[in-house]
């Protein structure tokens, strides 16, 4: 082995054909050394120093002949302290998820790693913004629990065995929280979320079945891509990154991993630099808001003067500025839950129940927690399938989260960043592929994708674009093309235009009040009719039946219904659906909100 001269680009490792390139940054007056370690042992077998005089400003580089990257690993060290290379690509010695690694014991090393990579005949799917069903997921929580059935739980290989189930349900693009090695520890909690300080340079080794993450990553984004499912990563970065090391890790990971996309922390990293690089427009660059989540939480409850928000919220397009439709995320309660408290239970996390956010906008539907009163449980899960009806009914690109469609719960706790455990990993015990709501979230997403109308590629702006004789989107109420949008209002019409002359158009109707309501319809057009395809208490129907009354229709209590217009025919003229199954979906829905005997009646159905 020989030490010759080295190059102070790039930082970190480079392998070249006849050398190994080493580049670090050091503060200027401290001394500098390359560690080298035989694969697996903790005690230093050569050190090489880098003296400052041979660098070139802060930084410090050698070159490495002869060096057998199979049977070594590295570290640097400044003065005193050891120190991970930066710009590591994998690392040693942190196989094992939770265990407190101590760099200066030497117990966590840098890995050699070669760039080849056989991934065959891969491409990436590119999908359009406005035709992505995201699933939002943790790698390791998602199939940690004993109940997801999974031969490798908490890896990289665990989502891969999990690619038909999101097949079945739907799902094409995936968004992963950080992958890339972590501080487990912050604190002295365990960091199970992984956001904050960390080698963003190296996939997380303990998220590996096997040893190298580097080949499982990127196996499994191979895997996704022959599915037709994107991968996007969360790089939420630390704050004070340098905006050159942001914009070369995503690169990094564009070029490397071929990566679809990235969730970035917009203040952490030059939003408009990443948007504008020509690189970069390779991928979708998207940002986290809960705009969108807190405006439908709060329709979804009942709250007043609410409807004009959700006019926007409902047309505006996701690829404006990067950010998906949720109205659950990781951080705040899952979905059953956001239906089943009123407020947080952190105590768990060891905080005083002072962590998390406060405003959940959430409603346990008349008893905090488990219940097992029946009208509250119908209740909830009638809250939920509104919830999806809200989500995914919406132009904006939707981002589901993982559990949510078979009812996981985080037993209210709404910042589970610390909990590795039951509580902080999806909940598999519930699903079955004849579950209702699993079926009812794979048919409504399935309507969805049939329905141009319902996610168009433009900003909808109310117009007639396509000379139809109708604007792109319109809003309704007792009366056509009249929308109540006083306070007091918690009902909406939304009528979508048919994008092409064979399509559907696509009328919503939201009912979020207590109480029931009417809604007229515009005429459905000669020779035209309207049919119902789904409502919250039947979900989707398996053949759209024709409207009794073509001229308006009545919603029960926290109701929404889909309504399709198609040219009359045979086939729905003798299927008639209106009054009868309006009148039995009204009395199931009002029986269960309006019982003032019940003790799980509370002053917010008065409201």
Not at 2 to 26: L, M, S, T, Y
Not at 88 to 101: C, D, H, N, S, W
Not at 234 to 260: R, T
Request: aromatic share 10%; proline share 4%.
């Amino acid at each position: 082995m020989e030490c010759v001269k080295g190059r102070p680009q790039p930082f970190g490792v480079e392998i070249r054909k006849d050398h190994i390139n080493f580049a670090v940054q050091v503060p200027t007056g401290k001394k500098c050394e390359l560690l080298l370690y035989k694969k697996g042992s903790m005690n230093p077998k050569y050190r090489f120093e880098m003296p400052e005089e041979k660098g070139i400003g802060e930084v410090r580089f050698l070159a490495l002949q002869g060096l057998d990257m199979e049977k070594y690993e590295y570290n640097f060290q400044i003065d005193e302290r050891v120190w991970i290379d930066p710009y590591v690509r994998e690392l040693a010695g942190t196989k094992k998820f939770g265990v407190r690694m101590d760099v200066q014991k030497h117990q966590a090393r840098g890995k050699f790693v070669r760039d080849a990579y056989d991934w065959e005949d891969d491409k990436r799917p590119h999908l359009a913004w406005n035709d992505v069903i995201a699933y939002s997921l943790h790698i390791r929580g998602f199939t940690k629990h004993s109940s997801s059935h999974a031969v490798h739980k908490g890896t990289y290989l665990g989502i891969v065995e999990k690619i038909p189930y999101l097949l079945q349900l739907g799902i094409n693009q995936i968004q992963c929280m950080p992958v890339y090695e972590f501080d487990e520890y912050v604190q002295n909690k365990i960091n199970f979320w992984g956001y904050g300080k960390g080698f963003y340079f190296a996939p997380k080794s303990s998220y590996a079945s096997g040893s190298s993450a580097v080949k499982e990553l990127k196996d499994m984004v191979k895997a996704c891509h022959r599915a037709g499912i994107e991968v996007v990563l969360e790089m939420p970065f630390e704050a004070g990154i340098s905006a050159q090391k942001a914009m070369e890790c995503l690169k990094f990971y564009l070029l490397e991993y071929h990566v679809d996309g990235f969730v970035v922390n917009p203040y952490n990293v030059p939003w408009d630099e990443l948007n504008a690089d020509p690189l970069l427009k390779e991928v979708k660059i998207m940002k986290k808001e809960e705009g969108f989540q807190t405006i439908m939480r709060r329709f979804l409850k009942g709250d007043e003067n609410m409807i004009r928000d959700v006019m926007w919220a409902l047309k505006h397009n996701s690829s404006a500025d990067g950010v998906c439709n949720s109205i659950t995320a990781q951080t705040g309660f899952t979905l059953w839950d956001l239906v089943s408290y009123d407020g947080k239970h952190n105590e768990e996390n060891g905080e005083r129940n002072q962590d998390g956010p406060d405003y959940n906008y959430s409603w346990n539907c008349g008893a905090e927690g488990p219940s097992r009163k029946k009208n509250i449980i119908r209740l909830r899960k009638n809250q939920v399938k509104n919830a999806y009806m809200l989500l995914l009914t919406a132009q904006g690109t939707p981002c589901l989260l993982a559990g949510d469609e078979f009812y996981n719960s985080q037993k209210g706790n709404n910042n589970a960043y610390c909990q590795d455990n039951p509580v902080g990993w999806v909940n598999w015990s519930q699903w079955k592929e004849d579950d209702p709501l699993y079926l009812y979230v794979q048919q409504l997403i399935r309507f969805r994708k049939e329905h141009a109308c319902l996610h168009q590629k433009e900003e909808l702006r109310g117009i007639d674009r396509t000379s139809c004789g109708m604007p792109d989107v319109s809003y309704h109420g007792e009366n056509a093309w009249q929308a109540k949008a006083e306070v007091a209002s918690r009902q909406l019409g939304v009528m979508y235009a048919a994008v092409k002359g064979e399509d559907e158009l696509c009328f919503l109707a939201y009912n979020m009040h207590w109480e029931v309501h009417k809604f007229a319809l515009p005429s459905a057009g000669k020779g035209r009719e309207w049919l119902l395809a789904a409502d919250t208490e039947q979900g989707m129907l398996t053949e759209a039946g024709r409207m009794e009354d073509q001229k308006e229709i009545e919603l029960g209590a926290r109701s929404i219904a889909i309504l399709i217009n198609r040219k009359i025919s045979g086939m729905t003229a003798g299927k008639i659906v209106g009054k009868a199954v309006r009148k039995t979906v009204e009395n199931k829905v009002k029986g269960e909100m309006k019982d003032e005997s019940d003790p799980a009646f509370s002053d917010h159905y008065k409201a």
